[in-house]
């Protein structure tokens, strides 16, 4: 079918490789170009020798000159971007000068402030219509899968969804005090950032992690959820029509709480560059450095993932509420590709947003969020590549279950 450059070669990366290896009618040759180019050939070597063609490269993808060249040179139907969102822009505009489709699973971030918004990069819809491209922005997990199964509850089961929970549960344990699950800075950005949400029309803010409810999650257990912003909430808000309100929860254990404040009570979490030793770095770039790589987590988590969304709405005049999830086995996914299913959950519907846009199901030039696309194609590759989704229709509400006390101050050592 066609040819696919990817960028990146850190835990997501390394899960889409391993898809696109297995889905070789789709991707019959794929170069994976990063930074440090010997991760890049350290997967070639792992995966070589089966029907997908592989070829490694150097690239600095801060520079749209070098993303030019090495796109003029591989000549990819899609540039798939699993760097990081710091390089959103740059790999955007090179995608434009060489009128070339592009992905992603995160939102461009200025590397000096947190925001995780897409007006940059809606900044483009313009740009990429007139080249006649497609941009398919988030296709991860979440944001990705849960716009997905946004469209598919709106297409199949409702007539007007009102109101949206997003659960991320990981119930996973890699017995290490304290460690991200990817990207340390980007995971740390998100979660001591101020939690929001939207309520008829309007963002309304919560300190971090002010709103609490314990969720009984299916094969998982009784887990502690937080309230938090995250970006998939921006464009659902914007394209599900009619809606009234849409939140995100994500579970986190005491003991990462308790260090992350204890992070951010001695300024390690910060992004505003400070001097040492005659050098500027940034507190949060150097905790990275000291804290265990994502991709080491893999063979030492066990336990289980379980995102959804939960949806209630009108059918027919009648209430209807539904929950649509997946859940995903750490060791089952390190079994398969090496690596945790933070990584796997990302990597999968990566591999699939790619191939939706190469097939064609997928295309129409200029830039979309996923929940704009049919949902139907993408949700039947999510049961064929490993995340197989799994429908209730009469879930436990967000809604019903006790407010619980914020957690506690001392727990939090202020
Ligand atoms: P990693 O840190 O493991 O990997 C990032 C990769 O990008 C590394 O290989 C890194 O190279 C490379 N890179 C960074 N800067 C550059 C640059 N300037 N030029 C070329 N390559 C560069 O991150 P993850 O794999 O965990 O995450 C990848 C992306 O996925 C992130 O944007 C993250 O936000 C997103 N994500 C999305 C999720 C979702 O559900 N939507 C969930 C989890 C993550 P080097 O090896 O040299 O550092």
Request: net charge negative; proline share 5%; glycine share 8%.
């Amino acid at each position: 079918m066609g040819k696919a450059l990817i960028i990146g070669a850190g835990g997501v990366a390394s899960v889409a490789v391993h898809k696109c290896v297995q889905n070789s009618e789709v991707f019959e040759e794929i170069c994976i170009a990063s930074r440090t180019k010997s991760k890049c050939d350290e997967l070639k070597a792992k995966l070589d020798g089966g029907k997908t063609k592989i070829s490694t490269a150097q690239v600095d993808a801060d520079n749209v000159e070098e993303l030019i060249a090495l796109i003029n040179e591989f000549q990819p139907d899609i540039v798939m971007n699993l760097a990081l969102p710091y390089q959103d822009l740059t790999i955007m505009d090179a995608c434009l000068a060489t009128k070339t489709n592009y992905m992603d699973t995160a939102n461009y971030e200025p590397e000096d402030t947190a925001k995780f918004e897409y007006s940059w990069q809606w900044d483009y819809k313009e740009r990429f219509e007139k080249a006649g491209i497609t941009a398919l922005l988030g296709s991860g997990f979440d944001p990705g899968v849960t716009g997905v199964f946004s469209a598919y509850a709106l297409k199949h089961y409702f007539d007007e969804i009102e109101y949206i929970d997003i659960l991320d549960c990981n119930g996973g344990d890699h017995g290490y005090p304290f460690a991200t699950n990817f990207n340390p800075e980007i995971n740390i950005r998100e979660v001591s950032a101020n939690g929001r949400y939207w309520e008829n029309g309007e963002w309304i803010e919560t300190k971090p992690m002010e709103i609490k409810r314990v969720y009984d999650f299916k094969e998982v257990g009784e887990k502690d959820m937080y309230l938090l912003y995250h970006e998939e909430l921006e464009s659902l808000a914007k394209n599900i029509p009619g809606l009234k309100r849409i939140r995100f929860f994500m579970t986190f254990g005491q003991s990462y709480l308790t260090h992350l404040k204890a992070l951010e009570n001695v300024g390690m979490t910060s992004i505003e560059p400070i001097e040492f030793e005659g050098k500027q770095i940034i507190p949060l770039q150097f905790l990275k450095a000291v804290l265990p790589d994502p991709a080491s987590l893999g063979p030492r988590t066990v336990g289980k993932t379980n995102i959804g969304c939960i949806f209630k709405g009108k059918k027919d005049g009648q209430d209807k509420t539904y929950y649509v999830y997946n859940i995903c086995d750490h060791q089952e996914c390190y079994k398969e590709v090496g690596s945790q299913a933070i990584s796997y959950t990302t990597g999968v519907p990566a591999m699939i947003g790619a191939a939706m846009v190469m097939t064609g199901k997928w295309n129409k030039p200029g830039v979309y969020n996923v929940e704009e696309f049919n949902p139907d194609p993408f949700m039947e590759e999510l049961n064929k590549w490993g995340l197989p989704w799994v429908e209730d229709f009469n879930p436990v509400l967000v809604d019903a279950l006790p407010e619980e006390s914020k957690a506690k101050e001392s727990e939090l050592v202020r």
